[in-house]
């Protein structure tokens, strides 16, 4: 079985200030690693995935995530936020051979000017 | 090109009553998916179809929860009876089997049970 665990509930930080969301997992397989993006009263966007090779991964919106196999973590950063960041940000976990994703409690990130 | 639609977006119930939501995933995706996503929590798998068949519902509270997927295309989930407890949200998502597990979200059903 898998776990997912977000350190973080809530993250507050200034418009175009650095932000850094941690992820751990557990896992006693290979696993594929997710972050995805929640806009109020909507679903969930892909923001990037970790499938192979490279360890650091950019995604959309200047998103980027370190997968560090050692520490088993996944670490979601972005150098300069905007207000249009403020969501909630959910990691996510799947075994290389299964569809199941097992998510994170989610952090919640509100950018303030 | 659409994406994954769901309805109703929202729906409020008394306890005990029956509820049914309806998720057509993207074109061509055979893979799909409903989550419950309880506030302030990451969504949880409730079933997963592969076409029309349910590979995975190991999740499904079956005595009160039910899902179909007919035709390999649109699903509907069921609720019935509903309990105060199943207030949250409802998430469908759908993928290409093999795509390395890329599921593509709709905005969700929220129900709330009074």
């Known amino acids: 079985a898998q776990s997912v665990t977000q350190l973080d509930s809530q993250v507050p930080v200034f418009e175009e200030a650095p932000v850094e969301l941690r992820c751990n997992y557990s896992s006693s397989v290979s696993v594929y690693l997710f972050w995805y993006v929640q806009y109020p009263n909507q679903g969930l966007q892909l923001l990037l995935k970790y499938l192979s090779g490279s360890t650091l991964v950019k995604g959309i919106n200047g998103f980027e995530a370190e997968f560090n196999k050692s520490q088993t973590s996944f670490h979601l950063r972005k150098p300069s936020v905007h207000i249009s960041d403020t969501a909630e940000y959910f990691c996510?976990?799947?075994?290389?051979?299964?569809?199941?994703?097992?998510f994170g409690g989610g952090t919640r990130v509100l950018v303030k000017p | 090109e659409a994406g994954v639609v769901q309805s109703p977006r929202y729906k409020i119930i008394e306890k005990k009553q029956p509820v049914a939501f309806w998720c057509n995933p993207i074109?061509?995706?055979?893979?799909l998916y409903w989550y419950l996503q309880n506030l302030g929590q990451g969504p949880e798998l409730l079933i997963r179809?592969?076409?029309?068949?349910?590979?995975?519902d190991s999740q499904l509270p079956k005595d009160r929860f039910s899902a179909e997927r007919l035709k390999g295309v649109d699903s509907t989930l069921k609720i019935q009876p509903a309990e105060l407890g199943d207030s949250a949200v409802y998430l469908c998502?759908?993928?290409?089997?093999?795509?390395?597990?890329?599921?593509?979200f709709g905005p969700g059903t929220r129900l709330t049970v009074l």
């Open positions: 074109s061509g995706h055979n893979t």
């Open positions: 996510a976990v799947s075994k290389a051979a299964g569809n199941k994703l097992t």
């Open positions: 179809y592969e076409n029309e068949e349910a590979v995975d």
């Open positions: 998502a759908s993928s290409f089997t093999g795509t390395l597990n890329e599921q593509f």
